[in-house]
């Protein structure tokens, strides 16, 4: 089979959030920073594999993801449609919408936003052996059958074969020709309103039965926000962490996920590799402000050009230090406060700290938009109130920016001073904007 078709990721966003309880769609519901929906728009714009995305949304609200898709900057989405009354409904929309060209389609609940890249790549991937896949892991809990019992209650009727049992997931994917003739028999099936089917394989299944649908392994991240518990279990997943292997908003941030804005992610292998640190440094230009030995060598160890300026508390010094550099592919600046309180802070110290991260981004944003690049701010370390403040106003600072600067193609993310220089490649080497790794 073809393994060049077009994929296509349909974001099916048509619910209302009744069970969660929230007064507008659930999928609009903001968690972790941005809403549920951008998180997973975010997941189909940064994989390589998806060319284009279209977003199924509960009617009344399209003019809102408009927007949010705009601010967001996700170019993938080429198509906005208002969903149908049942969840049938709206994919029967979505694939009339994508017209007459053969594609590979995945079928994704847009309140799934903690989907992992690595699925994404294997539902393509299996596309192009296969014409259906079902994401689906093994259930850990035993499945029981209901029967009625004496005076209304329910007993247990049989224990099915856990062995054999698998909870279905999404993405779903699809050859599109035949998940459209599936749907085409369905619609014309005068039964199946009255007893449609609880997702697209399952009209497949029943329509179509001739048609393996393969199994491609999910993952229990890949929960489905439901339920009101469901939202604060996706927030802390959503939350940044660090570790050796760095994660943003609840994803390896060697995943190439755009984190706020959907700016396209440029690396094809994974990131905290050497061969993803090549890719994303070799022949590159990095300017450090600041100082920092540790990043400066590792960045150099693996083939970048290396700048290093002790001082950003000049804004016309930093201007003229990036004007001299040629092309700037990434800029750094990292906050190097002395122990002290704010009371006990020189002039300049207070003036570096407060201003340093602004007057460098103000500096290298010519020359990033150009170039495509990276702006990383590394916070201040300590607890002192000058400190804090810094730590504070640099993270908001680097949210900002990655909204701000998301039409200009320029990547902006922020760490803390404790994050290893290693977890600071990372995240240059990664296709993500407006992570904050803070620990």
């Known amino acids: 089979m073809n393994s060049r078709l077009r994929s296509v990721g349909v974001v099916l966003a048509g619910g209302v959030g009744q069970r969660v309880g929230a007064g507008t769609p659930k999928q609009l519901v903001k968690l972790a920073g941005r809403t549920i929906l951008e998180h997973t728009i975010a997941l189909f714009e940064g994989s390589a594999e998806i060319d284009e995305v279209v977003v199924l949304m509960t009617p009344g609200f399209a003019e809102p993801v408009r927007e949010l898709v705009r601010e967001g900057g996700f170019h993938k989405v080429v198509q906005i449609v208002e969903g149908g009354a049942t969840r049938t409904e709206s994919t029967w929309r979505a694939l009339r919408a994508l017209g007459p060209q053969e594609c590979n389609v995945l079928l994704h609940d847009a309140v799934r936003p903690l989907l992992e890249p690595r699925i994404i790549t294997e539902c393509v991937r299996a596309l192009e052996r296969h014409t259906a896949v079902e994401v689906a892991i093994a259930s850990s809990d035993t499945v029981l059958v209901a029967g009625p019992g004496p005076d209304g209650t329910e007993i247990v009727a049989d224990v099915l074969d856990r062995s054999r049992l698998r ?239 998301a039409a200009d193609g320029v990547r902006v993310g922020c760490v803390s001073a404790r994050t290893s220089a290693r977890a600071c490649l990372d995240v240059l080497a990664s296709g993500q904007t407006g992570q904050v790794l803070d620990t």
């Open 167 to 405: 909870r279905a997931q999404t993405p779903q994917g699809f050859r599109l020709s035949v998940i459209r003739r599936a749907y085409e028999l369905a619609m014309a099936d005068p039964e199946f309103a009255g007893r449609p089917a609880t997702d697209d394989c399952g009209v497949v299944l029943r329509y179509l039965p001739e048609v393996p649908i393969v199994l491609v392994p999910g993952s229990e991240r890949n929960m489905k926000v439901t339920h009101p518990i469901d939202l604060s279990i996706a927030e802390q997943l959503l939350r940044p962490v660090v570790a050796d292997e760095p994660t943003v908003s609840g994803v390896p941030a060697v995943s190439g996920i755009s984190a706020v804005s959907g700016v396209p992610a440029v690396a094809s292998v994974p990131a905290g590799t050497p061969d993803g640190y090549r890719q994303a440094l070799a022949g590159k230009t990095m300017a450090v402000f600041g100082g920092d030995d540790e990043l400066a060598a590792l960045a150099a160890a693996h083939g970048a050009r290396v700048l290093a300026f002790p001082r950003a508390d000049d804004p016309e010094a930093v201007a003229k230090a990036l004007a001299g550099a040629g092309v700037v592919d990434h800029v750094v600046h990292v906050a190097d406060l002395p122990p002290g309180t704010l009371i006990e802070a020189a002039e300049e110290t207070v003036a570096a700290g407060c201003l340093g991260a602004i007057n460098v981004a103000r500096a290298a944003h010519p020359h990033l938009r150009e170039s495509g690049g990276r702006l990383l701010l590394r916070t201040a370390a300590g607890d002192t109130s000058l400190a804090v403040s810094v730590r504070a106003a640099t993270t908001a600072l680097a949210r900002a920016l990655a909204a701000e600067w």
